[in-house]
């Protein structure tokens, strides 16, 4: 089956940096895929990673292993405003459509 | 921008009733997409449409249809809502040959 983990809760510090870990088996894999959803809100993109390596984009960096079928989200100097849920997302295959899995999400609550 | 539309953000129905919940994007967008969003359930894809007039079934098609007769518009439609189908709706595109998806900012359906 198709199963994507990643952790409930996370609780931070303002201007430290917290790493959101993501777990995933799937029947295949074309890229993976981490959005921000503030509440109440459209989740919008952040990263995508289809090779092994650190993508980094500003504060925010994302990390894939597809051996271990693993990626992590780092958020740095976080600010107030990063509280919000981290969706992880799977292409599982290359389909038409571009079809995507997405694990339940992490809510990240940012403390002064 | 991309931007994608969904016709109310808010929308209480009762059991029984046909629900119609129509989502248009601006991007001439070839992939569409429909949603639910529960707690601890995380996103989950009902249908999905990557021409006009094509469907596909997603995770959770059971008490639902989709119509898409113009590139620009997808509709999800109940055929008779029951109080399970309480949910956040999101709609989604994405351009053919690229894998981010955008979102829109959700109709939340109540079934009483």
């Known amino acids: 089956g198709q199963n994507i983990d990643q952790p409930t809760e996370m609780t931070a510090t303002e201007g430290a940096i917290v790493q959101i870990n993501c777990t995933y088996q799937?029947?295949?894999?074309?890229?993976l895929f981490w959005y921000q959803q503030h509440a109440g809100e459209a989740p919008t993109f952040l990263s995508y990673?289809?090779?092994?390596g650190l993508e980094e984009k500003g504060r925010f960096s994302s990390f894939l292993s597809r051996s271990k079928g693993y990626s992590y989200l780092l958020l740095k100097e976080l600010q107030m405003k990063d509280s919000a849920s981290y969706l992880c997302?799977?292409?599982?295959?290359?389909?038409?459509?571009?079809?995507?899995?997405f694990g339940q999400g992490t809510e990240l609550s940012v403390k002064p | 921008d991309v931007k994608v539309t969904q016709s109310s953000r808010y929308l209480v129905k009762r059991t029984g009733e046909k629900v119609f919940l129509e989502c248009v994007q601006d991007?001439?967008?070839?992939?569409m997409f429909w949603y639910r969003q529960d707690p601890g359930l995380g996103l989950r894809l009902i249908y999905f449409s990557y021409d006009v007039k094509m469907k596909e079934k997603g995770d959770i098609p059971e008490g639902y249809s989709v119509s898409r007769e113009k590139k620009e518009r997808f509709s999800l439609i109940l055929e008779s809502a029951s109080t399970n189908q309480t949910s956040m709706y999101l709609c989604?595109?994405?351009?053919?040959?690229?894998?981010?998806?955008?979102f829109g900012p959700g109709t939340r359906l109540t079934v009483t």
């Open positions: 799937t029947s295949g894999f074309n890229g």
């Open positions: 990673n289809v090779l092994d």
């Open positions: 997302a799977v292409r599982a295959t290359y389909n038409q459509g571009g079809k995507l899995i």
């Open positions: 991007m001439d967008h070839e992939n």
């Open positions: 989604a595109s994405s351009p053919m040959d690229h894998y981010e998806q955008y």
